[in-house]
């Protein structure tokens, strides 16, 4: 548009509070109005109900089950179950906690948590649950972030698989994760196409929750 133009729209966006103008670079950025506005908006987002309107999508097209969790005080738990149209039979259930270390839920949540915290979450699970984190740990964690995503055999039910990817705010951490589980064997014959929609969905619903990373 004509500078004169835009120049008329700036300054009508400065007089409500919408932008303001640095006095020394001339640049212009948000004021304080649209400030109030995005904390506005952010305060009303519900991370849980986006990810959870996102389930039944996600258990239909990958077959698999979706779990949605959080990290509680005994550890990653369950939170809401969308069984999937696979036959599936588990003593999993709403409330179960996974192991903090050595699930894929687990250590996806700890792959997006701040390290300060992560730290101490690692030593308590080490101390009170008996818990020996897998060698490597802190490296692994790093391939969780590049990649957005980690998978894994039960420890505790054997010919149990899963693949989680984390539900990230407006700091990149993860408020919950969604977990695709089933028999070893299901999920590894659509794991390529499980894992991709896995991302997206994650991807997506973490975008409307500010979150600013992606996977590839």
Same mark, same amino acid.
């Given at each position: 548009m004509p500078n004169s133009l835009a120049h008329r729209y700036l300054a009508s966006l400065m007089t409500s509070g919408l932008a303001v103008q640095n006095e020394i670079t001339g640049l212009y950025d948000l004021g304080p109005t649209a400030l109030r506005i995005g904390a506005?908006?952010?305060?009303?987002?519900?991370?849980?109900?986006?990810?959870?309107e996102a389930m039944p999508q996600l258990a239909a097209v990958t077959g698999l089950?979706?779990?949605?969790?959080?990290?509680g005080d005994r550890g990653p738990t369950i939170v809401r179950w969308e069984r999937s149209r696979v036959p599936f039979i588990t003593t999993l259930s709403v409330g179960s906690v996974f192991q903090l270390t050595n699930s894929a839920t687990g250590r996806t949540l700890l792959a997006f948590t701040?390290?300060?915290v992560r730290?101490?979450?690692?030593?308590? #699970? #080490?101390?009170?649950?008996f818990e020996?984190?897998?060698?490597?740990?802190?490296?692994?964690?790093?391939?969780?972030?590049?990649?957005?995503?980690?998978? #894994?055999?039960?420890v505790l039910i054997p010919g149990l698989a899963a693949i989680s990817a984390p539900i990230l705010d407006l700091q990149d951490e993860a408020v919950a994760c969604l977990t695709l589980i089933g028999a070893s064997a299901d999920v590894s014959r659509i794991k390529t196409k499980a894992i991709k929609c896995l991302l997206?969905?994650?991807?997506?619903?973490?975008?409307a929750c500010g979150s600013t990373l992606t996977f590839s």
């Open positions: 506005s908006a952010l305060g009303r987002l519900d991370p849980l109900r986006l990810a959870s089950p979706t779990l949605l969790n959080v990290l701040p390290a300060r730290d101490h979450l690692i030593e308590l #699970a #080490a101390s009170k649950n020996k984190p897998p060698a490597k740990l802190l490296e692994h964690l790093e391939k969780i972030r590049k990649r957005g995503y980690d998978d #894994a055999e039960s997206e969905t994650s991807v997506r619903v973490s975008q």
